[in-house]
């Protein structure tokens, strides 16, 4: 284990943030049906515990963070498509979701298990937060679908957001 000195510089910061999710990540990978614990995910960064913690307040929250990492990903390749004045096919999207959220094993397990955590162990202002985040996101998304597949919005007299504005 290398316990590296406390990051000062925000840069420096990042990539210590980037460093334990890229851990949480490999851990998760190798084994999709157990959850590591905070030393385990300390462990294969190579930082201390409470260094950890210094950067999410708890594992629920660490595995929060990995998840909307994973999710924005998605949603900025979608949305850099979408910005694209070239036409966007329904296969297209399918295979984005794929490659996203079939392909990585780690993506569905995951997501599972940050929505049960919101609903019973998570911090509401967290779950708030991310959810906040994840809105913002959608209505991105969601008016570049509307661009690329204008038939979308014929429908919308059925959905239950109809004439939602943000």
Known sequence: MVIRHRAVLAEDKQERHH???DAAA???ARSPDRVANVAEV???AGLAKGTVYLYFPSKEELLLALHERNVAGF???MIARLEQSEPVTLDFML???RTYMVDDPTYLPLATRCLGLMATQMP???AAAFMERMTDRLWSAGS???RHFPTLLQA????CCAGATR
């Open 144 to 146: 570049g679908l509307e």
């Open 19 to 21: 460093a334990i999710l």
């Open 124 to 126: 509401t202002e967290a």
């Open 42 to 44: 300390a462990d294969e």
């Open 95 to 97: 295979a984005l979701m």
């Open 156 to 159: 919308a007299g059925s959905c």
């Open 75 to 77: 949603f900025e390749a």
């Open 26 to 28: 490999r851990l998760l």
